[in-house]
């Protein structure tokens, strides 16, 4: 069983930043972050790979970055130039199994998930 413990959000004005972390426990494949909003579903933000390739969705892409500190079984969301639309539960999930890196925005392709971090921007 991997459990993922999520922290880093908050409320930010727009244009502002947040960076968000989950440590796996313990050291898990591919891992991503995914984002849902009250009355809509859950949507990939960014995700990254076992070889360390990394997507994200084009909503995201230039503003947001992944990173992992394998020592430390840590991922990281840093996420700038925050708009009102980013407004959403994040939630952190990993796998063990080879996933292409084009389905690794896919919920489905996840069995292991956080318990959420809220992140609200106001405009």
């Known amino acids: 069983q991997v459990q993922l413990v999520e922290s880093g959000g908050g409320s930010v004005q727009a244009g502002g930043s947040l960076r968000l972390s989950c440590t796996a426990s313990p050291a898990t494949g591919y891992m991503g972050w995914f984002r849902q909003a009250p009355g809509q579903e859950r949507e990939g933000v960014a995700a990254?790979?076992?070889?360390?390739?990394?997507i994200y969705d084009d909503s995201v892409n230039g503003r947001f970055t992944i990173s992992k500190d394998s020592a430390k079984n840590t991922l990281y969301l840093q996420m700038n130039s925050l708009k009102p639309e980013d407004t959403a539960m994040y939630y952190c999930?990993?796998?063990?199994?080879?996933?292409?890196?084009?389905?690794?925005?896919?919920?489905?392709?996840?069995?292991?998930w956080g318990q959420g971090t809220q992140v609200t921007v106001s405009s």
């Open positions: 990254i790979g076992r070889d360390g390739s990394t």
């Open positions: 999930a990993a796998g063990f199994d080879w996933v292409h890196r084009s389905l690794l925005l896919r919920s489905d392709r996840y069995r292991y």
